[in-house]
């Protein structure tokens, strides 16, 4: 599996290795192992500084970057954990602003997983403890988490308090985990989705979120009723108007703040979500003018990213060739929502076989040129025929990223785009990996 990695440092390796061999048992969901396991580590969940907690379907990544880059701007000491890894997986802990580095990883890595030897755990499970163990051991002002998969049973919800909670976008995604049939939980599926991403919520911190349909509102609402959380959802405790800046305001009063250099609507939107939680936390003061130098400062890799020269864009001949790991309708609504001011766009898709083609497709068909369809690296992945029916254009099918590039057709720009792997793949081909 492509998400396990591979790593130039022997130590490290070893480590990976015993994490690739790792699996979460068939019908085995909840918190239990994960606590079992942090337990037997002294409980490092409980030693951490204050806790920035951001769930949510498309835009949680994003939202922790700009926290981290705010919080930097102040002059803070910032732990940050995201998920997944573009090509190594130390992006997955920064410690101080910096990537993990490979003597340490290895060693939490081992130390994680020589005390849960007996116990299962999944891989999710071990980098959580492992990123736990890092942050209450190494000082810093406050960390940076972002959930993995829903929230609810995601294993770092095991955090027993934070400074606030946040919940970006949400859609359907995963529906074979967060949709899974389940007594006292709500039918409807985005209101389901809604009740899973909500459980992060903590007795008396502050949740602030997004705007969602009513149903989805009502969940969020009463499943932080329930926990004893602060809803603030934008619109109601917050709201930003994004034009030639981001027009935020709350009950403290009214900021204008710069656009981020991240393009496309959803970016600002993000950003501005990550102000709403800075404003409503009480760990650490952060002025206005931080905000404004972290929002513009901020860099997140694979989410419509203008690739620089390199090996892959050499093959582009002159044409702009943009990357974004999007699968889903609400990416690609962002994703079409930005190329409706840019040329039409050549696609080069690689997409997991279990994502729905038209969830990029259909937003862009006004938008795309040609497709060309290329595997997703390390795992199954949709075949040309399974675009077919969503699209009048001919599909055409490739090895690889740099053949389907130098078989385009002449004319637009280029979207490399359908899975986060893919993206991986093409950023260390194009020599842009991320630091």
Partial sequence: MRDFAISDNAAVQAQLDRLGALSLPSGRLGLDTVRELCARLGNPQ????????????????????????????????????????????????????????????????????????????????????????????????????????????????????????????????????????????????????????????????????????????????????????????????????????????????????????????????????????IRHQRAVPVSPEAMAKGIVAARWPARLQRLGAGPVTALAQGRTVWLDGGHNPDAGLAIARHLESQPPVHLVMGMLANKDPSAILKPLADRALSISVVPAPGHDAHRPEDFAPFTGLPVSSFSNVPDALAALPAGGNVLIVGSLYLAGEVLRLNDEIPT
Avoid at 69 to 98: M, W
Avoid at 220 to 245: C, E, F, L
């Fill in 46 to 277: 409980d030693h951490m500084p204050p806790v920035f907690h951001v769930a949510g379907t498309n835009g949680k990544g994003s939202t922790c970057t700009y926290l981290r880059y705010i919080l930097e701007a102040q002059g803070l000491t910032v732990h940050s954990a995201t998920k997944p890894h573009l090509v190594r997986y130390n992006e997955r802990i920064r410690i101080a602003g910096a990537l993990i580095g490979d003597d340490l990883l290895a060693a939490l890595l081992k130390e994680a997983l020589d005390a849960g030897a007996d116990l299962e755990p999944s891989f999710f499970e071990v980098t959580t403890v492992a990123t736990f163990m890092a942050f209450s051991r190494i000082p810093a002002d406050v960390c940076v988490i972002e959930t993995g998969l829903g929230g609810r049973l995601d294993a770092t919800n095991v955090m027993p308090t934070a400074a606030v909670c946040g919940i970006s976008t949400l859609g359907i995604d995963h529906e074979a985990f967060l949709l899974a049939p389940e007594d006292g939980v709500p039918e409807d599926p985005l209101a389901r989705i809604a009740f899973e991403k909500a459980s992060i919520a903590k007795p008396g911190v502050p949740l602030v979120t997004m705007a969602y349909p009513e149903r989805a509102a009502e969940s969020v609402s009463a499943t932080a009723a329930q926990i004893g959380a602060p809803v603030v959802m934008r619109g109601r405790g917050w709201d930003a108007a994004i034009g030639d800046a981001i027009a935020y305001r709350d009950e403290q009063g009214a900021l204008t703040l710069p656009l981020p250099a991240l393009p496309g609507q959803h970016q600002a939107e993000n950003a501005a979500l990550a102000v709403a939680m």
